[in-house]
């Protein structure tokens, strides 16, 4: 009976035992599933289906790819909501980051009367201390405001010449904004004269590195014109301004109106600036310009509030007096009027002809000056001859005056301001007589005609009568006369043609002839725009290919050495020889060795880089209005050849 009482309590027990176990392993199975749906459910709701989950008893591992950082980080929290942080097994994996692209440095300096401030983002290798100790050194006690930023980065292939010319810039511009890229650089800058902008803006080009875009854009404060000067002319096809001064861009579309119904043919510019006698200067010159268009051609000059119209000397006299008086009534009362209705001029040129007394200067393309004709006496020669080499140099020159006591009132004056006349032109020619002055020839500045009818006018009255006949080109302009690569391998090319570079036989030597070529080139590359050139020496197959070798290059280093000693910037130039590896003609005959024989001057051209501008760049774009950008390139190194050859190998 014992015994079977206690069976019964062990199998009661076994049978709750089992029960309990039965029920806890299908609570189990059913907080898996509830948990796997919810958190499921909840990951796809938020836009991470990327998301895998994994349930073991209260246990949840998720698992899977994150686009990145932040996103793994949402769908954790999103699990987080729904279980316990303890219950989440975090087996997230983030996709591999793509690489960093480097940041555009770029650095924008601002310097002005109150201190330099740079802004930008350099290379962690620039050692910002040495550009702020090298900015500081411009000016003693000068403030610099360093709000420079640096990153990890290497500095681009260009980033230190572009710095180093930037910095450079900057030392000899107090009112400056300069931009640097590493291929770029903007210089904004306030000038004190139109002259030293144009100083300015050659000695930057000259100095651009190669490859290297430069902006400029310097501005100079309006001038004071002293005396207010326009002069306008009408001689037969000829309708142009020798000069041309105005107060207002409203006064200057008046005076441009009237020159065009004229029939202007020439250029519209007028300088805008200060120093206008009445705020009528438009009206009043548009009244003159239409009296000389009624009187069939002369001139008119306005020099201050005078003014001169000198008629042809074919215009009729009752034309004349008809024209005068209605221009007289016209003209507002500051102003007064000279009339002139001159006898035919007639120039002799040489101050030694049998006509009216002259006195003659001539400058010629190389720079010398002769002065000849009539001075009053040995006084005023002296100051003719001194004055003379004052301007032009010592040794430039030859003085063949002579002396006449009978010469009208005031020479020694007219012959002093043709003299100054002449320092205006690359070269040409003045003739100063008693009732005219004449002034012909070419300038490199586009200006000269302004200058030299302000000077005239100023130095002999504004009541006298002169000729302006002078031709601007640009190759004598110090700006705009710098070839472009293209323009000098053109010019090189048209030298070869005529002459070769030659050596004496089986040597490196330059003969008399070679020297000669070599003196016209360098004259060239002195002008040339940071011109890239490879100097090529090649010869024919006659003898040892090494010997061959050696001499193309003796003969290439030779040429680079001759323009050397001629002072040209070699910083664009390599020698290199090819021996008899590059021929271009048949070497099986004498015609072909010599052709083979030969130096090449390769203008390589740099590849263009496309690239976006920086935010900094962008900022000094609405502040400058581009100019000359750098060289035309294409996609591809471009190459341009002059070709000469040698007598023989």
């Known amino acids: 009976m014992r015994i079977s009482s ?42 991470h289906a990327w998301t895998s989950v994994h349930v073991d ?42 690489a960093i692209k480097a940041p555009e440095f770029s650095i924008e300096i601002l310097r002005n009367a109150m201190g330099v401030t740079i802004i930008g983002l350099i290379p962690a290798s620039t050692d910002r201390d040495q550009i702020v100790a090298m900015i500081s050194g411009f000016e003693s006690g000068a403030q610099v405001t360093d709000m420079m930023d640096a990153t990890d980065y290497p500095a681009p292939a260009k980033w230190d010449a572009s710095l180093r010319f930037g910095l450079n810039a900057l030392r000899n511009l107090p009112k400056s904004k300069i931009s640097i890229t590493a291929n770029r650089v903007a210089v904004t800058a306030i000038s004190g004269s139109i002259a030293e902008k144009r100083k ?19 501005t100079a404060p309006r001038p004071v014109i002293t005396p207010f000067t326009l002069r306008f002319i009408i001689n037969g096809e000829i309708t142009r301004f020798d000069a041309c001064s105005t107060d207002t861009e409203k006064s200057h579309a008046t005076i441009i109106k009237a020159a065009l119904a004229a029939g202007l043919n020439g250029g519209t510019d007028c300088t805008i600036g200060l120093g ?16 000389l268009k009624d009187m069939g051609g002369g001139s008119i000059t306005y020099s201050d509030a005078d003014v001169t119209l000198v008629a042809l000397d074919s215009t009729s006299q009752a034309t004349f007096d008809r024209v005068i008086g209605e221009l007289e009534a016209a003209l507002p009362e500051v102003f007064s009027l000279h009339s002139v209705l001159p006898e035919p001029v007639n120039i002799d040129g040489t101050g030694t002809g049998v006509g009216p007394p002259e006195f003659v200067a001539t400058r010629s393309p190389e720079g010398q000056v002769q002065l000849r004709g009539r001075v009053t006496d040995a006084r005023t020669r002296a100051a003719v001859d001194s004055y003379a080499r004052a301007r032009f140099g010592s040794n430039a020159v030859y003085g063949a005056t002579r002396l006449d006591e009978e010469l009208p009132t005031g020479w020694p004056l007219r012959v002093l301001a043709g003299v100054e006349a002449l320092a205006e ?34 130095k002999l009255g504004a009541s006298q009568d002169y ?40 040597s490196a030597e330059l003969d008399t002839g070679g020297r000669a070529v070599v003196d016209r080139l360098a004259e060239i590359l002195k002008g040339c725009n940071k011109a890239k050139i490879e100097i090529a020496g090649h010869t024919d197959s006659q003898g040892r290919e090494s010997m061959n070798l050696n001499l193309s290059q ?3 280093n030779a040429v680079l050495q001759g323009l050397i000693e001629r002072r040209v910037l070699t910083t664009g130039l390599a020698a290199k020889g090819y021996g008899e590896a590059t021929p271009i003609a048949d070497n099986d005959s004498e015609e072909g ?10 203008l390589i051209v740099p590849e263009k880089v496309e690239e976006e501008d920086s935010a900094l760049e962008q900022m000094a774009e609405e502040a400058v209005v581009p100019g000359a950008s750098g060289d035309e390139t294409g996609a591809e190194a471009d190459t341009e050849t002059g070709e000469t050859t040698d007598e023989q190998n």
């Not at 246990?59 to 729904?82: H, Q, Y």
């Not at 010019?491 to 089986?506: A, M, Q, W, Y």
């Not at 060795?593 to 390769?602: M, V």
Request: glycine residues 8%.
């Open 6 to 47: 206690i069976v019964t309590i062990l199998v009661m027990l076994l049978l709750a035992a089992g029960a309990s176990t039965l029920g806890a392993m299908r609570a189990a199975d059913f907080v898996e599933k509830r948990s796997l749906v919810d958190v499921s459910d909840a990951l796809v709701a938020n836009d």
């Open 57 to 98: 008893g209260l246990r949840v591992e998720l698992t899977g790819k994150a686009p990145d950082e932040a996103t793994r980080f949402r769908a954790l929290t999103v699990v987080n909501s729904i279980v316990d942080a303890e219950r989440i097994i975090d087996s997230m994996d983030v996709v591999d980051a793509v």
């Open 200 to 218: 300015i803006e050659a000695d930057l080009a000259s100095r651009a590195p190669q490859g290297m875009t430069l902006v400029t854009n310097i």
């Open 276 to 291: 206008v006698p009445t705020p009528s200067w438009g009206a009043a010159v548009a009244s003159g310009i239409g009296a």
């Open 425 to 458: 032109l690359g070269h040409g020619s003045v003739v100063v007589q008693e009732n005219f002055v004449e002034v012909r020839g070419v300038t490199g500045n586009p200006d000269a005609s302004a200058s030299i009818a302000r000077l005239l006018s100023e």
């Open 467 to 506: 000729g302006i006949d002078v031709t601007y080109e640009k190759k004598l302009d110090p700006v705009a006369g710098l070839l472009k690569p293209a323009e000098c391998v053109d010019e090189i090319n048209t030298v070869l043609l005529d002459r070769k570079i030659s050596f004496d036989p089986g």
């Open 554 to 556: 003796s003969r290439a």
């Open 593 to 602: 060795r010599e052709a083979n024989r030969r130096i090449e001057f390769t």
